[in-house]
């Protein structure tokens, strides 16, 4: 089996992150359960990047840019954009790549049904895998993970 592929698998979790916050806080009658979700999902991410040196990012930078203060009061759908956003570009400074789109161009560009997440998340599940016999995560942890990622969308689309 073939180790996962940074340039294959990272752009997909991109695409799912945006497409997720583009529905964070659209429907106020299910806000504290969505809001446990996104807790768990994003923790769940801790362990289961599979590339040393993203995972060690993606925790420092939660780390420093807390994901808690995100959820409290209102307006917390437009802080996960927001969060995801600056996140990203983070990311991509680290590379000395450009901006890809302006805070603006996020609905866009990311706004999706449900069917357009599937190869998405087909493809980071499959690299997950991949990262499986190299010891780069854990079953259990992936498994969480994924059934975190599930529970969201199918409760936000």
């Excluded at 923790?43 to 959820?71: E, G």
């Excluded at 600056?86 to 302006?102: D, I, M």
Aim: glycine share 4%.
């Amino acid at each position: 089996m073939q180790a996962p592929q940074l340039q294959v698998w990272g752009p997909a979790l991109w695409s799912l992150f945006h497409a997720l916050a583009e529905k964070a806080g659209q429907r106020p009658r299910i806000e504290s359960e969505e809001k446990r979700l996104w807790r768990q999902f994003m923790l769940s991410l801790r362990a289961v990047i599979p590339c040393p040196a993203c995972q060690k990012h993606y925790n420092d930078y939660i780390k420093i840019h807390s994901w808690t203060p995100v959820l409290e009061g209102e307006g917390w759908g437009s802080r996960i954009r927001h969060w995801f956003w600056e996140f990203h570009n983070a990311v991509r400074g680290t590379k000395s790549q450009p901006l890809e789109f302006e805070e603006e161009q996020l609905a866009t560009a990311y706004t999706k049904t449900k069917a357009d997440l599937v190869p998405f998340k087909q493809i980071w599940t499959e690299h997950m895998r991949r990262g499986l016999p190299l010891h780069l995560l854990t079953r259990d942890d992936m498994q969480r993970s994924l059934r975190f990622l599930e529970e969201l969308i199918l409760l936000i689309f």
